[in-house]
């Protein structure tokens, strides 16, 4: 795939909100970043996941639990609950 042209990203939006593009020490692939020290893009393998060993909840919650929680949030939000059915995953 052939690389875009930074000129194509020159537009004010990106300027306007404090962005700067960057290319990541890394793996090579550009970015765009609000911190200017930012050496690496964020992504796994350049960042290690900050997640693991730090859960976002004050609790540990088993599968089973945390699908009722996840269907709670957007029950609560005005969304429909559908029977479960099949589906296939499909990458390209």
């Known amino acids: ?3 875009i042209s930074p000129e194509e990203f ?6 306007e909100r404090g962005f700067t593009r960057r290319k ?4 090579g692939s550009n ?6 020290d930012q050496q690496t893009c964020g992504e796994a393998p350049c960042e ?3 997640f693991i ?10 599968v089973p639990e945390m699908r009722i929680q996840f269907m709670d949030y957007f029950a609560e939000k005005g969304h429909t609950r559908i029977p479960p059915y099949p589906v296939v995953a499909r990458w390209r």
Do not use: D, L
Request: aromatic letters at 18%.
């Open 53 to 62: 060993g730090n859960p976002p909840t004050k609790r540990r919650y088993t």
């Open 48 to 50: 290690p996941y900050t």
């Open 24 to 27: 990541c020490v890394s793996c």
């Open 10 to 15: 020159a537009i004010p939006f990106f300027a």
């Open 1 to 3: 795939m052939p690389e």
């Open 31 to 36: 970015f765009w970043t609000e911190k200017p």
